[in-house]
């Protein structure tokens, strides 16, 4: 089995191409609605989540968070802190 081991604490839009993380929290200054909504999506503490793609000039952003790929602005990206995994 392969071990990952922990590099450092990002927020989701810090993340590059290709990158893995687990999502370890929302940010307090957030908007409530839009984690609400976030939750709906998948957007769930434990959960991989992997960059997959950067728009050309930098929003929006791709993500494959369990299975399918979602697009996030990157005002809504910095509201979810991800531990990056290698």
């Not at 950067?54 to 929003?59: F, K, N, Q, S, V």
């Amino acid at each position: 089995m392969e071990e990952k081991r922990i590099n450092s604490i990002k927020t989701l839009n810090e993340l590059k191409n290709g990158e893995k993380g687990t999502i370890v929290s929302f940010s307090d200054r957030g908007d409530v609605e839009l984690k609400r909504h976030l939750l709906g999506m998948g957007f769930v503490k434990g959960s991989e989540i992997t960059l997959e793609k950067i728009a050309p000039l930098g929003d929006p952003i791709k993500f494959r968070l369990k299975g399918y790929s979602i697009c996030l602005r990157k005002n809504e990206a910095e509201n979810i802190k991800v531990e990056v995994l290698s």
